[in-house]
């Protein structure tokens, strides 16, 4: 093995990334990923490593406003802070030096560039495409809310992905950044409900929420992103690129993922991704449920709108599917149960084509980018209000933390 290149994973024979490996992977990447027994072993010891500030600061049952005081605030703010939740902000206000505020601004300016079709890679590429990652579906089907209130969970994490990915929203006690440390406290308290489970199957899951899926998690949101929108027909620099990987890194370092699992540059994410397929995007009969659940969650947009409503759901569907199996490939697609319409796939091509060709504009006219951009911001703002009065989604999360069920529903 140790002189043995792996086999490319299923995620790289097919689909979207089996063109990237062509078309859109830099040169300098290796067309296929040449590990060593050690290696390889390194990556699976991060899969029993957890998140121990974060684990702490939930056992410690630190009160909720002294908390959200701290995030926003900063912990010099509180007045005789709890040690725990001391040593984690001390810890997260400790800016790493490589963090670089203007890439972080033209990453983020990058992202919201794209609007609302970047919504689009979100949910069927980079959420559809975490269930194929089996061990890691057994916390979100654990928690039981994920699957059977699945167009919240949508809702929640565009709102959460939009607000860590505007820019100026990284700063210490911006919205985006206590965002980011919200979530990694709701991992604290799923990893706390999972571990209680006398169920739970270490030896075949790993720990529960682990730092490998949290790494996987980062590069469905970053990298996975990223040749989703290219799929989608936008165009980016190879700054723009390594500028949105930049944004990420800083978001997984805030979520707690460890340095040597941060990539700090294209090559390093494609990389860890194709390792990652390998090992863990292997989907099972819990991958499929969490799909159903998305699926439904797509055809929702047609609940109460008689006759077109049910056209509206058949397409929204049809149209969803064929982004997911843009990327993930048909067998990956067809395992998890999602529907094959020809006719959705070359609307979603054709819409490509025309993305693509208004982005070659785009990027020969002066000022377009910066239109482009204003433009993004808006839809993103617009969508994020609508959504909040429709759903009133909690973007303090509290209701995850005030107790996470103990068994699968």
């Known amino acids: 093995m140790s002189n043995q290149p792996l086999a490319d994973p299923e995620l790289f024979r097919h689909g979207g990334l089996r063109l990237a490996a062509r078309f859109l992977i830099p040169d300098d990447v290796p067309r296929r990923v040449h590990v060593d027994e050690r290696q390889l072993r390194r990556l699976r010891e991060f899969a029993e ?8 600061l939930v056992a410690a049952r630190v009160d909720r ?5 701290a ?12 040690p725990r939740l001391a040593a984690f902000c001390r810890a997260v206000e400790a800016t790493p030096y490589w963090v670089d505020p203007v890439r972080l601004d033209r990453g983020a300016r990058a992202i919201t560039r794209a609007g609302l079709l970047g919504l689009f890679p979100l949910g069927d590429m980079s959420l559809m495409g975490g269930y194929l990652a089996s061990r890691a579906t057994k ?21 959460w992905w939009i607000h860590v990915t505007t820019p100026g929203a990284l700063r210490p006690g911006a919205l985006g950044y206590a965002s980011a440390l919200r ?16 169920d739970w199957d270490y030896a075949a899951w790993d720990r529960p929420v682990n730092q490998v899926q949290t790494a996987g998690t980062l590069l469905l949101f970053s990298l996975v992103y990223v040749l989703g929108t290219q799929l989608l027909g936008i165009r980016y620099t190879a ?5 949105i990987l930049h944004l990420w890194r800083y978001v997984g370092w805030l ?14 994410a494609w990389r860890l991704l194709w390792l ?3 090992t863990e995007f292997i989907p099972d009969a819990d991958s499929r449920r969490l799909a159903a659940a998305l699926l439904r969650s797509h055809a929702a947009v047609g609940e109460g709108r008689g006759a077109l409503g049910k056209v509206l759901s058949h397409v929204s569907v049809r149209v969803h599917s064929s982004i997911s199996r843009l990327v993930l490939g048909k067998a990956n697609a067809d395992y998890l149960g999602l529907p094959n319409d020809r006719v959705a796939q070359a609307a979603v091509l054709t819409a490509a084509a025309a993305n693509f060709a208004a982005e070659t504009v785009r990027r020969r006219v002066p000022g377009a980018t910066a239109l482009q951009e204003r433009l993004g911001r808006a839809g993103r703002h617009h969508y994020v209000a609508h959504l909040g009065r429709i759903f009133h989604p909690d973007t303090t999360y509290a209701r995850h933390m005030r107790g996470t069920p103990s068994t699968a529903a």
């Open 183 to 198: 979530v990694r406290v709701v991992h604290a308290h799923v990893r706390a409900a999972m571990n209680r489970r006398d």
């Open 49 to 56: 490593v957890q998140d121990p500030l974060a684990d702490d």
């Open 71 to 82: 995030l926003t605030e900063g912990i010099d703010a509180v007045d005789d802070p709890p």
């Open 139 to 159: 916390s979100l089907v654990g928690t039981g809310a994920i699957e059977y209130d699945a167009t919240r969970r949508l809702v929640e994490t565009a709102t």
């Open 276 to 278: 990652l397929a390998a």
């Open 65 to 69: 406003a002294l908390f959200e005081q």
């Open 239 to 243: 700054r723009e690129r390594a500028d």
């Open 255 to 268: 979520l707690g993922v460890a340095d040597e699992l941060l990539p700090a540059t294209e090559v390093d």
